[in-house]
């Protein structure tokens, strides 16, 4: 079974400043795929991100980043120059390679203020 | 791509009355759905799987017989909240999965936009 921990309730930032999220994960498989989702406002979620555990590069897409570490087991993600429309609640979430399930964080709720 | 609907958007009933929440996947087939529930500033909670042209599988401690789930197509899947009361009152959230290509990317959930009921 997966289990996920989002340590971070709650961030507040000023715009244009950076900002990571940490999520650390258990997990007993040896293949898994972790998630990052994202929950603005209006309520449905937005697929970030799938890392296979097989994969330990690190990604950048535009001002996104992760970091990806299995010898710590987290998988954080950093925004770089936050936007106000980057506020929302934000979802780390394992998934076993045999399994369907993902498993939600408790999310962190991010608030950027201009 | 990958878009999924769901309608209602939010609905208000009655105590005792039964609600049906559909989930569509709009530009490809899904024999594979989820259906989550949240309640207010918590997390998503899997409450089941729902599988084209056979039973859902539910999640321990959701009710069967409360939560039916029919999945009647592969673009189509319903949950009803039967006899729903205010502890029922949530938003419920449905998610498809790629039923084609390479095997990571069928991992990934295409989430609909909810659905908010309301047992007054």
């Known amino acids: 079974a997966q289990k996920v921990t989002q340590a971070q309730t709650e961030i507040s930032v000023v715009e244009k400043e950076d900002v990571t999220l940490d999520c650390v994960y258990e997990t007993r498989d040896t293949t898994y795929y972790l998630f990052w989702y994202k929950q603005p406002p209006s309520g449905e979620l937005v697929f970030l991100i799938r890392r296979n555990s097989f994969d330990e590069q690190n990604e950048i897409s535009g001002r996104y980043s992760w970091n990806f570490q299995k010898s710590t087991s987290s998988f954080n993600f950093t925004i770089t120059a936050s936007q106000v429309v980057d506020s929302a609640v934000y979802f780390c979430a394992p998934m076993g390679a045999n399994t369907d399930k993902l498993i939600f964080g408790t999310g962190t709720r991010l608030q950027v203020f201009p | 791509g990958a878009v999924v609907s769901q309608h209602p958007s939010w609905v208000i009933c009655k105590s005792g009355t039964s609600v049906k929440i559909e989930c569509r996947s709009l530009d490809f087939q899904a024999t594979t759905m989820f259906w989550y529930r949240q309640f207010p500033k918590q997390s998503l909670m899997l409450m089941a799987t729902?599988?084209?042209?056979?039973?859902?599988?539910?999640e321990q401690g959701v009710e069967k017989d409360k939560f039916l789930i029919n999945h009647a197509s592969l673009t189509l899947s319903t949950l009803t909240v039967t006899s729903a009361h205010p502890e029922d009152s949530s938003f419920y959230i449905c998610?498809?999965?790629?039923?084609?290509?390479?095997?990571?990317?069928?991992?990934?959930?295409?989430f609909g936009p909810g659905t908010r009921l309301t047992v007054t």
């Open positions: 729902s599988n084209e042209g056979s039973k859902a599988t539910y």
């Open positions: 998610s498809a999965r790629l039923d084609r290509g390479p095997l990571p990317n069928r991992r990934e959930q295409y």
